[in-house]
């Protein structure tokens, strides 16, 4: 894979051409062994039907997609999830950060999460959530970019291929652009 890596977010006509290449990257996270809310076997058929939900959501308005290109591939992806309850206007989840395990290391989950922030602050947005497992490699990255770790949920949810792993709460305050 090349360095030359773009973040970019996707409109939802675009969202729903790139399927086949976001569930690539989904079904080689979680076979890759990432608890991602998919257990083993990882079918093409739950990720594109994935996808497919997460394009309605981009038309609707209630989440934006981003993704990591290079080579002319994608080879990431984060959403920040805009739409929330109505006491909750300023609040966005930032949900299923995805890197292929091909283009890890290299600065692409730090390159999406900065993306992904800039992007909830011109939505208006002043706090961030977002959980992972704990002890994983997201959880240094959230560390690393500044986000407060709130606390664990043991036995939160399985492994890909069975087996409770916890999971560690993250926020983040931002300034609305
Ligand atoms: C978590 C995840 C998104 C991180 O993606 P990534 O692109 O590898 O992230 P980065 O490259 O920004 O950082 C990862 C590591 O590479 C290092 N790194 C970054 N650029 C580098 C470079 N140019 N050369 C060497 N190392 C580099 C970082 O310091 C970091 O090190 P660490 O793991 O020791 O803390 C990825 O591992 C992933 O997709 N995991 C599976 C899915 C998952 O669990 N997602 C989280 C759900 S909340």
Redesign the pocket.
Known sequence: MSDAVTIRSLLAKEAAEQIGALSDVLID?VE?G?S?SFMLPMTKDKADTFWMGVADGVAAGERILLVAEADGGIV?TVQVVLKQPENQPHRADVSK???HRK????????ALMRAAEDAAARAGKTVLV?D??TG???E??YT?LGWQRVGVIPNYALWPQGGLCDTTYFHKRITAA
């Open positions: 996270c890759g990432a991602v990431g950060m995805l890197v283009a890890r290391k290299r600065g692409v989950g730090a977002l992972t497992v994983s490699d997201g240094r990255l690393r």
